[in-house]
């Protein structure tokens, strides 16, 4: 079992990284000040000086609204930053899980099991694809496929018609812990029963009332459905939360 002090994780001031940091506190946060994911020789120094065996890579930028106006940023973080995640990883025999999106799927029919083929239908999430080439060029490398959310629904309104298996961030964060200790490689899903996101929202409760939405009233691409097939995650665990 790897200690957690060998653990270094991305995105730590994220949603995902917050919830990762009430698990394994002792690990290796560092933020984009001290490792900037565009900044390759900074990053050496710094794995250089702490020596992690396992990089959790989640930092990644997430506005598919923002990305499909601007996608420099995407480039740069979500791909480029990879790509300089998994060089560290080959120099310093590292072992690397990718925290990658259901989104890579085109979603017109979802279950999406681990070996069906891939198709993003927006901009982010080819850049997410795209860390995830990377991430596949290192044989020990786990890919993680997830969609995630915050303990409280945060807008006023959600899709009826977009279906995922989405969970709190709490939860996910509970099983990339478990599953990167647990020394598996290839890609595994994460993730709940398959609902709207609608569906999702009103379960978990939201800041007021949460109105109805349509993917096709919103200026971006959204699959319709990348529900995840989670059966090998099950497999591996059962169902532990």
Not at 67 to 94: H, M, Q
Not at 195 to 203: D, F, L, P
Request: proline share 4%.
């Amino acid at each position: 079992m790897i200690k957690d002090q060998k653990i270094l994780f991305t995105g730590g001031s994220g949603l995902l990284g917050g919830e990762v940091q009430k698990l394994i506190p002792k690990a290796l946060f560092p933020d984009s000040k001290i490792f900037n994911l565009t900044q390759y020789k900074q990053m050496e120094r710094y794995v250089a000086k702490y020596k992690p065996e396992l990089i959790i890579h989640a930092a990644a930028f997430t506005s598919p609204p923002i990305i499909e106006k601007n996608a420099e940023k995407a480039l740069d973080v979500n791909i480029l930053g990879t790509v300089n995640i998994v060089k560290l990883c080959f120099k310093f025999g590292i072992r690397l899980v990718y925290v990658c999106t259901d989104y890579v799927f085109k979603g017109d029919k979802g279950n999406y099991r681990e070996e069906d083929s891939v198709l993003p239908v927006n901009k982010y999430a080819w850049s997410k694809l795209g860390g995830e080439c990377a991430a596949r060029l290192l044989d020990d490398s786990l890919i993680l496929r997830i969609s995630m959310g915050e303990k409280i629904f945060p807008y006023p309104q959600a899709f009826v018609d977009h279906f995922t298996s989405r969970e709190t961030a709490d939860v996910i964060a509970k099983k990339i812990v478990r599953v990167s200790k647990a020394g598996l490689s290839g890609v595994l899903h994460l993730g709940t029963k398959r609902r709207s996101v609608y569906e999702y929202a009103k379960t978990i409760g939201g800041k007021g009332p949460i109105g109805k939405i349509s993917i096709k009233d919103v200026n971006f691409t959204v699959p319709h459905d990348t529900s995840l097939n989670t059966g090998k995650y099950l497999k591996l665990f059962g169902r532990k939360s």
